[in-house]
């Protein structure tokens, strides 16, 4: 299995596991990285860790590697797509959560907190309501541009 798969599986897995407590190792961080708005699947995210050689063979990011994710991490796709979006979204947060904090560094994105303003009075039938109305409008607007993201 290669470093990609490995860690999409690793990430599957961690949905359901608790979020990291900080290392305390002392481990030394000798490359730094950043990754903003990545707004991509699961394979598309590891696939630029791997070609950046910053994810290790166990699916996690490399021991000397310190990630810092700029936010946005679910929005993406047209909407057919919107549960495959959510799920790998909330697979790459646990993903990057179980880190060690000391290693990966999880800021918030705009659309992050766009959502989370536009959505607190919504429960998950209302929100899935007006998705249905503003699906088909959003569809129009979007016709004729390149690939689309909301």
Known sequence: MNRIA???DQAQA???TAWAEPSGSGQSRSIRAAIGDPQASLQRFFGVLDANRLLGDGGRVRPDVQLVSMGDHFDWGEPHDRERARGEGLALLSWLAAHPPDQVVLLVGNHDLARVGELVAFDQERFQA???LADPIYCRQSAGKSPTRY
């Open 6 to 8: 490995k860690a999409i």
């Open 14 to 16: 961690d949905r359901s």
């Open 130 to 132: 007006a998705q249905l």
